[in-house]
């Protein structure tokens, strides 16, 4: 087994491959603005790092978000395209599955990220394997009460300290992370999520409703 992973549903741009018992090469990015110029220098980057070409890859694991919709087409696209070439499964996974199985919490704690708009992507967990909502956007006042006494991971939480008392890291999301949490549920037959991306809310770019329209003389 040879897993590439990619996520780009944060600001970090993020590669890993797995070999199925652990991560053999990973890099990444934090940059909101960048995503579609540097992930496929990153796969060149971890591919070489580990010594190995595209067509050794067995299975493409892609993070759906919830995400920002110009940076989260881009990884999936990008996985959709190598599972195409190379012929092979393309698994969805929640970007926020990924940070939960960074932190390794084993009690009860949330995930958040930056959604923008003085808002969060959220979620909670019962351990770092077991999510028990499914994923919302929200302002961090919003849901701070439910949250209370909740460990909350993740850059959202950093973000706003005030509405998440005890915000922890990592801040980021790692695609070695995710690539791991995939290799487990394949061998434990667990389902995927389609590669289809969870946005959650509409784009920031909307076609002016009322446009002139310029017409032939």
Known sequence: MLLLAVDTATPAVTVALHDGDSVIAEAGQVDARRHGELLLPTVDRVLARAGL???????VVVGVGPGPYTGL????ATAETFGLVLGVPVHGLCTLDGLAYAAGLTGPFAVATDARRKEVYWARYDDARTRVSEPAVDRPADIAEQLAGLPVVGSGALLYPEAFGDARGP????????????????????PFLPPLPLYLRRPDAQVPKNYKVVTPQ
């Open 73 to 76: 087409r881009v990884g999936l």
């Open 171 to 190: 801040e980021h999301q790692s695609a070695g992370a995710l690539a791991s949490l995939a290799a487990e549920k394949l061998a434990a037959g667990e």
């Open 53 to 59: 070409k595209l067509d050794a890859v067995t299975g």
